[in-house]
């Protein structure tokens, strides 16, 4: 798994949990919603941390909240540049 799925998955989960859109995040971001789409899809390898801090106080959370997580927290880069 690429790092950037990480992202992309907690994203979704949590809106998920919140029953919040894609679109409903981004109009309570002020992102485009492209912007979010392109993190989901995989197509923004690298969100910056702005964009990143936008989602979270949208989602009610501070970006230390927001990253987090398990999966994030146990990735190892190793194994990406194994891949």
Do not use: V
């Amino acid at each position: 798994m690429e790092y950037s799925d990480l992202y992309a998955q907690r994203i979704t989960s949590l809106c998920q949990r919140r029953g919040i859109t894609i679109n409903k995040l981004a109009t309570f971001s002020g992102l485009k919603q492209s912007t979010i789409n392109n993190i989901i899809c995989g197509a923004s390898k690298n969100p910056t941390a702005r964009t990143l801090h936008m989602i979270a106080i949208a989602l009610n959370m501070t970006l230390a909240e927001l990253l987090d997580f398990e999966e994030l927290n146990n990735y190892s880069f190793d194994e990406e540049e194994a891949e």
